[in-house]
Structures are given as structure tokens and as C-alpha cells.
């Protein structure tokens, strides 16, 4: 059984900071990375940060200098640290696993759990 739990979501100013986290829980499961998604209704969900087996992140262009996604593998919680914030970063924020029965399987993958999601409002 695979459990992602988020918290940390709500309101801020623009220009402000908020801290997501995910915990995740599972077992028997190589994990292949983690990562934060978002979406707003009417738009399709969008990859805002990801950190791969190997600690290599990625970000999307949107957010790219504002928000910092980092890993503590000990207790596989994964965090998205948001700085500057703007009310375009108004969304669901979800957290999302890459687990696999092998990390061979690793390679080429795409995340296949996803937590329940966070409501990250900005306001003006």
C-alpha cells in the first residue's frame, strides 16, 4: 500500500513564502523519484519540480529561481520550498511518486502515485 500525504498548503501575499511537504509511505518499492505537480480547473496538471533517484531536480520555467523541491530520504518526505510568490502559483499542489517493483525499472518511468492534493492560494 502506497500512502503520499501533503501539507503545508494555504493562503499568501504575492511575494510571499509557503512550505509544502509529502510524506510518503510504502514498502517493497524502489523509488524512482518524487515530485510536485499543480493544477488550476479548466488547465491540465502541470510538473512544477521533480528530484530523481540520483538527487538530479528539475523545474518547470514558471518557477524556476522562486521555488526549491528537496529530499530527505530518511524519512521520504519530499518538500517544495516557494518563495515570490505570484497569483499565477494559485492551485491544487499534488505530490507524486515514481515507485517501482525494481529500480531497473527506473529508467524511463513516469510517476504512478499521487496524494490527494493541497489548495496554494496567492493573493495580490
Known amino acids: 500500500q502506497v500512502q503520499l500525504v501533503e501539507s503545508g498548503g494555504g493562503s499568501a501575499q504575492a511575494g510571499g513564502s509557503l512550505k509544502l511537504s509529502c510524506v510518503a509511505s510504502?514498502?517493497?518499492?524502489?523509488?524512482?523519484?518524487m515530485g510536485w505537480h499543480r493544477q488550476v480547473p479548466g488547465k491540465e496538471r502541470e510538473l512544477v519540480a521533480s528530484?530523481?533517484?540520483?538527487?538530479?531536480?528539475r523545474y518547470s520555467a514558471s518557477v524556476q529561481g522562486r521555488f526549491t523541491i528537496s529530499q530527505d530520504t530518511a524519512t521520504n518526505t519530499i518538500y517544495l520550498q516557494m518563495n515570490s510568490l505570484k497569483t499565477e502559483d494559485t492551485a491544487v499542489y499534488y505530490c507524486?511518486?515514481?515507485?517501482?517493483?525494481?529500480?531497473?525499472?527506473?529508467?524511463?518511468?513516469?510517476?504512478?502515485?499521487w496524494g490527494q492534493g493541497t489548495q496554494v492560494t496567492v493573493s495580490s
Open positions: 507524486a511518486a515514481n515507485l517501482r517493483d525494481s529500480a531497473r525499472l527506473c529508467p524511463g518511468s513516469d510517476f504512478n502515485y
Open positions: 510504502y514498502r517493497s518499492f524502489g523509488n524512482c523519484g
Open positions: 528530484i530523481s533517484r540520483d538527487h538530479t531536480t
